[in-house]
């Protein structure tokens, strides 16, 4: 199994910055494409930002040149650098990834319990 801790939410005013982070533990034999998705009240989960194992990036309009996604695969761990918040970013943010615990498995897909970001005056 594999799990994934998120830290580094908070309430921060509008046009601050965050940089929560993901950690991932457990039995990993590979871990592939890793994200970020978040969940305001009352709507759906939307996909923030996603990176694959070799640094490929993509991201959803809403958060493109105010939001950067990167990681560090020798401690499994991405971070989202969130910069100018507003307050529609408010959201619990997950941590998802795609991960493979032998060889011979195939990849699953994880996810950590969330982190509230808070973008309030």
């Known amino acids: 199994q594999v799990q994934l801790v998120e830290s580094g939410g908070g309430l921060v005013q509008p046009g601050g910055s965050l940089r929560p982070s993901c950690a991932a533990s457990?039995?990993?034999?590979?871990?592939?494409?890793m994200g970020w998705y978040r969940q305001a009240p009352g709507k759906e989960r939307e996909l923030v930002a996603t990176i694959t194992s070799s640094g490929n990036t993509n991201y959803a309009d809403s958060v493109k040149g105010r939001f950067t996604i990167y990681r560090d695969n020798a401690k499994n761990t991405i971070y989202l650098q969130m910069n100018s918040l507003k307050p529609e970013d408010t959201a619990v943010y997950y941590c998802n990834a795609h991960a493979r615990t032998t060889s011979y498995s195939y990849d699953m897909v994880y996810w950590g319990k969330g982190t509230l970001v808070t973008v309030s005056s």
């Open positions: 457990g039995k990993i034999f590979s871990m592939n494409t």
